[in-house]
């Protein structure tokens, strides 16, 4: 963070100082609110969770050379009191990047956020200091700890923004007003919590109503929803995709023999080449997102396709292809499901796994409401269409779902199963996979499925596959 005194910080967020022997030192580390990463010049933010309150760490974090806690009653060590935590760490950010003056990038959608985000961060890099969201951490205490990391000689300051309702996008560009907004898609992601795509559209668009004049809003031209959104923001609007209207469009995309993307970028200063790291088609639309941004910060077309064909994956758990000594290529891709990028991950499937015996291991999609059956039902179909070898469905109703999906589609029979939790897929697998053999897994977090990928990479470690 930019260095702020302790009593510069009590102004900002409205705070009350205690057991500060000295108001003018200086917080010149990071903001924290995971004591384990307090250290030297840092500030601890004790939040009272459910299951532990920070505030009980606040000797130790001082101990560990934190300058102060910030937290809602005095703890016996240096810190700034506050009847709300979550909001004095909102406002603090807010200040932060008053005085930055760096240009905040914030990006949002239904799917994909989190690979574009890294994209574009990997992009911006290139051209001057870039600090970014880590992971996923894109909520209402996530975001304010991203923007407090930025400094002095942070030159782009790109935040992914989350939403569960409606004014959540609203509540987090007033924290960090962003100059350029970028609105990936409008898809299926937890439909049962906004009630359709039109009320997720809603809180999308919160996005580029939130830019200034002088701003822009970088739209996807091939959803119509997103399209849509031109009319509600005062700032250039530039359109990305595959539409023919599009300013940054990708043309003769295809697929390397591996599954990685290739394609003509094409920006209104030039056109290059792109051969991607990452799997997948569906990385084509966040890589022409990432190049409309760039391009909007004065990169060149031969630039952002360089930078482009050189980035990897930054986040865990998102598409992450390894190959175990036997053969047998495992697809991590187990963070998160929706049944867009449910969808994506599985023709990514087949792309990877061209000639060769594929597995998919999926598990439940949440917060879908009363779209769930049908979605995951639509998966399973589309599994079969697909041509996918086996489906494994993994757990309880919505397993079924998927299973009976995929049964109704086809005369799979034996080419898709339903099993109880993740050890019983593991213990299939073991069972039957062969050398050669490609498997995705994929479900929402709450599956947890990330355990399957990690007990076949084990397990191919240790020479554990059937020879059949």
Partial sequence: MIALSLAEIAEVVGGQTHDIPDPTVQIT?????????????????????????????????????????????????????????????????????????????ALTGSAGKTSTKDLIAQV??????TVFTPGSLNNEIGLPLTALSATEETRFLVLEMGARGIGHISY???????KIGLVLNVGSAHIGEFGGREQIAQAKGELVESLPEDGTAVLNADDPYVRAMASRTKAKVVFFGESDEADVRAENVRLTDTGQPAFRLHTPSGASDVTMRLYGEHHVSNALAAAAVAHELGMSADEIAVALSEAGSLSRWRMEVTERPDGVTVVNDAYNANPESMKA????????????????????????????????????????????SKLVAVGGREAAWLQLGAYNEGSWGEESVHVSDAQAAVDLLRSELRPGDVVLVKASRSVGLESVAQALLESGAEGEVSAR
């Fill in 172 to 178: 987090l560009t007033n924290l960090t007003p962003p």
């Fill in 345 to 388: 991950a599985l023709r990514a499937l087949v792309a990877i796994g061209k000639g060769r015996r594929t597995w998919a291991v999926l598990g439940k999609m949440a917060e879908l409401g009363d779209e769930a059956l049908a979605e995951h039902d639509a998966v399973g179909r589309l599994a079969v269409r697909l041509n996918v």
């Fill in 29 to 105: 580390g990071p903001v924290v609110r995971d004591s384990r990463e307090a250290g030297p010049g840092s500030l601890f933010v004790a939040f009272a969770g459910e299951r532990a309150d920070g505030h009980d760490f606040a000797a130790a974090v001082v101990e560990a050379g934190a300058v102060a806690v910030l937290g809602t009653r005095p703890v016996g060590v240096p810190a700034i009191v506050v009847d709300d935590v979550q909001s004095a760490l909102g406002a603090l950010a807010r200040h932060v990047v008053r005085r930055l003056g760096a240009t905040l990038v």
């Fill in 124 to 129: 911006l890099q290139r051209k001057a200091p």
